[in-house]
């Protein structure tokens, strides 16, 4: 195709670092390649995906071609696509997913992962991360914006528990319950070097947000959590107000878009009194008193003076 051959004549004229693809056309199916190539890729079928006009580019090909690279972010999807609009230019395939896991797993050196918008689902993902197990450098994994739930959250678990290189996970807007959230949660007691946690705009409530904070009482590297928007609640920020008052790790919290309420506001102001690394504290939408987010916003101050002071 010659989609794919273009792509292999770019990569073999620059020695790329970063390789970022905000979208990506499925292949065009060579029909002068003859009955033989159908029947072989029809063979391949049942081990690697769907039909072969549906599928995108092997990474495969490049990977051993980009000694530098370090970082690979791409889009499985079309975009502007007008009056041309068809699921299948969005669909993330079997054999992408297949071919793309086998690619990063090859790729020793890569240290960032991107797959933002691309419509994976719990299968394809727990298949990405299980290439992902003994990587030797990936230290930022990002599966924003797709749809993946608990089966992941137990997948990316199983990742930090054994995992010693990754730095930063991104989860944001999927569909991870308190299930995927606790099994997080249990690894994060494990795990030495995750320091940014994102779990936006998922559906982890009271629950998972509880397991979450008991994981917290028990981590000293995590610098920066955000769990805005996942339907937490008053007994959420009691378990969070012990964090507040016992993690001496945490720098930025991000819990905006959560009913933690008039009440929940005042446990988090006792429980922050005597903290004094909290540099960020999100609490926009969640429903506290202007009196407690006024004196929260005080030590959050004081504390970001004091790190000010001692950097100079």
């Not at 690979?72 to 071919?99: A, H, I, P």
């Not at 008193?289 to 030590?299: A, C, F």
């Given at each position: 195709?010659?989609?794919?051959?273009?792509?292999?004549?770019?990569?073999?004229?620059?020695?790329?670092?970063?390789?970022?693809?905000?979208?990506?056309?499925?292949?065009?199916?060579?029909?002068?390649?003859?009955?033989?190539?159908?029947?072989?890729?029809?063979?391949?079928?049942?081990?690697?995906?769907?039909?072969?006009?549906?599928?995108?580019?092997?990474?495969?090909?490049?990977?051993?071609?980009l000694p530098n690279l370090v970082e690979l972010s791409v889009t499985y999807g079309v975009r502007n696509c007008g009056m041309n609009f068809?699921?299948?230019?969005?669909?993330?395939?079997?054999?992408?997913?297949?071919?793309?896991?086998?690619?990063?797993?090859?790729?020793?050196?890569?240290?960032?992962?991107?797959?933002?918008?691309?419509?994976?689902?719990?299968?394809?993902?727990?298949?990405?991360?299980?290439?992902?197990?003994?990587?030797?450098?990936?230290?930022?994994?990002?599966?924003?914006?797709?749809?993946?739930?608990?089966?992941?959250?137990?997948?990316?678990?199983?990742?930090?528990?054994?995992?010693?290189?990754l730095e930063e996970v991104n989860l944001s807007d999927n569909h991870i319950r308190a299930e995927g959230a606790s099994a997080i949660a249990?690894?994060?007691?494990?795990?030495?070097?995750?320091?940014?946690?994102?779990?936006?705009?998922?559906?982890?409530?009271?629950?998972?947000?509880?397991?979450?904070?008991?994981?917290?009482?028990?981590?000293?590297?995590?610098?920066?959590?955000?769990?805005?928007?996942?339907?937490?609640?008053?007994?959420?920020?009691?378990?969070?107000?012990?964090?507040?008052?016992?993690?001496?790790?945490?720098?930025?919290?991000?819990?905006?878009?959560n009913k933690l309420g008039v009440a929940g506001g005042r446990v988090l102001q006792e429980g922050l009194e005597n903290n004094k690394v909290?540099?960020?504290?999100?609490?926009?939408?969640?429903?506290?008193?202007?009196?407690?987010?006024?004196?929260?916003?005080?030590?959050?101050?004081?504390?970001?003076?004091?790190?000010?002071?001692?950097?100079?």
């Amino acid at each position: 195709v010659c989609y794919c051959k273009r792509m292999e004549a770019v990569v073999s004229t620059q020695s790329t670092g970063r390789l970022r693809m905000r979208q990506l056309l499925p292949q065009i199916k060579d029909v002068s390649a003859g009955v033989a190539a159908e029947e072989e890729i029809s063979d391949q079928g049942s081990d690697t995906g769907t039909d072969d006009s549906l599928d995108h580019f092997d990474f495969g090909l490049i990977i051993n071609k980009l000694p530098n690279l370090v970082e690979l972010s791409v889009t499985y999807g079309v975009r502007n696509c007008g009056m041309n609009f068809e699921w299948s230019l969005f669909e993330f395939t079997q054999k992408d997913c297949y071919l793309l896991a086998k690619a990063v797993k090859e790729c020793t050196h890569l240290q960032i992962l991107r797959l933002q918008r691309c419509q994976i689902e719990d299968e394809k993902a727990r298949l990405i991360i299980s290439h992902l197990l003994d990587h030797p450098s990936l230290r930022v994994l990002d599966l924003s914006h797709n749809r993946i739930g608990d089966k992941t959250g137990r997948a990316v678990g199983k990742l930090l528990s054994g995992n010693k290189v990754l730095e930063e996970v991104n989860l944001s807007d999927n569909h991870i319950r308190a299930e995927g959230a606790s099994a997080i949660a249990f690894s994060l007691k494990k795990n030495t070097t995750l320091r940014t946690l994102n779990l936006k705009l998922n559906r982890i409530g009271d629950e998972g947000g509880r397991n979450m904070c008991l994981a917290l009482m028990k981590t000293s590297t995590l610098l920066q959590i955000d769990l805005s928007s996942n339907g937490l609640g008053e007994h959420m920020a009691a378990s969070l107000a012990e964090v507040l008052s016992h993690n001496q790790s945490l720098q930025h919290i991000i819990i905006s878009c959560n009913k933690l309420g008039v009440a929940g506001g005042r446990v988090l102001q006792e429980g922050l009194e005597n903290n004094k690394v909290l540099q960020t504290f999100d609490l926009r939408l969640t429903e506290i008193s202007q009196q407690s987010e006024h004196s929260i916003m005080n030590v959050i101050k004081s504390n970001k003076d004091r790190v000010a002071g001692v950097t100079v």
